[in-house]
């Protein structure tokens, strides 16, 4: 993956695990998205598939942007699922492994049901 800018002004490599879990499945559509048009072989015919596609080149652009839109436009309205189910997630395992006090268990219930 390539680094971004920062709007701090430096340069941010990400890692897998930099990301929420659910956030991979995001840039995995948007990965899919970002591609204009289908892979082309080396077959014969190769040269023309090439200037099919130079041709169509703005309306491709044109449906992948779509598709990128409606893809961010979609896991902005699954954002806040995916953020409670990654909380109790968490709460499930501190309290299934780490045997988590009664009151900090109460607490953190709370807390996941005010986050919904």
Known sequence: MQPF???GDFDV?????WFAYWQAYYIRELEHDLCLFEKVENRPGAKEDIARVVENFDRYKSISQARISATEKRWLRLEPFFEWLSR???LLG????????????RAARKQLKTAA
């Open 5 to 7: 800018r920062h709007p």
């Open 13 to 17: 490599y990400p890692f897998v695990d």
């Open 88 to 90: 109790y997630r968490t």
């Open 94 to 105: 501190m309290w299934a492994f780490h045997g988590l006090p009664d009151d900090e268990l």
